[in-house]
């Protein structure tokens, strides 16, 4: 069973493949009319269940748009409309959904859901988030830096913000794809001392740099992220607010970076907030792209889950 769970639990190899082939795949859509399918349609009869314990707009949408140009078909399933939310569990929830669709993609508030969905599910699980990682934003992020900048190994990549779950798949990937990649954020803040653990088992231990205006020195691409995350209470807006206020990414931080620097932000941002519209809409953004590259990169995964 190929689940694809976390960039740190996923072959090095078939990272690497998963990014090669969501470029050519990217590449011979768009080089075709808007509208058309696919030229293969690797999924053809198959039924992919798309599970939401939390919003969305773009993993919602490039799931389900990447599954139909693929010949799929695909259900969105909202975890509180299941008995899933109503006291079924998990396990019995992947029994059945097994018997039922070829691929499951859940996102969802604790990893152990994740991680219980795929034990008992006998079809594969995609995680489209968790409150620990989000790895499918981080293979179109390296996908996005390359197409741009080309390979990211040895690149210096700077997060600046809330160590959240973006982070730690961002910790995960400097591993395995080999590029440095430096923390700025107030100490309350920090990442989860797991993924920093393994970044630095897989020999590129994550710098923190708590002055951003010194973190940013160098980068060849600068990133951040929502201040206050899905799962993290609203009641903690405030204070999160005053806590990284200093970490916002606006022009002058930008300008301490290289002068080719990119900029990224997983998206929804809040303007103004952790990063300036100036930034988020200036030339060195690749916000749209990196959007855009949610469909690539995942139907790649897909593919790669499903052996097709
Ligand atoms: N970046 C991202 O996962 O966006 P959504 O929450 O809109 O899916
Ligand atoms: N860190 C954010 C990412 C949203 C895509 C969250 O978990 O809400």
Redesign the pocket.
Known sequence: MTHFLDIHTTDKAALRSIIDTAQAMKTARNSRPKGTPDDDQPLAGRMVALIFEKPSTRTRVSFDVGVRQMGGQTMILSGSEMQLGHGETIADTARVLSRYVDLIMIRTFEEATLQEMAEYASVPVING?T?RT?PC?IMADVMTFEEHRGPIAGKKVVWSGDG???FASFAHAAGQFGFDLTFTGPPPLDPEPACLDYAAKMGHPVTIERDPAKAVIGADLVVT??WV???DPQSAKERRHNQLRGYQINQALMDQARPDALFMH???AHREDEVTSAVMDGPASVIWDEAENRLHAQKAIMRHCLGL
């Open positions: 988030l409150n989000h934003q959240n779950n973006v992220d929502t995350s899905m799962h997983c998206l929804p």
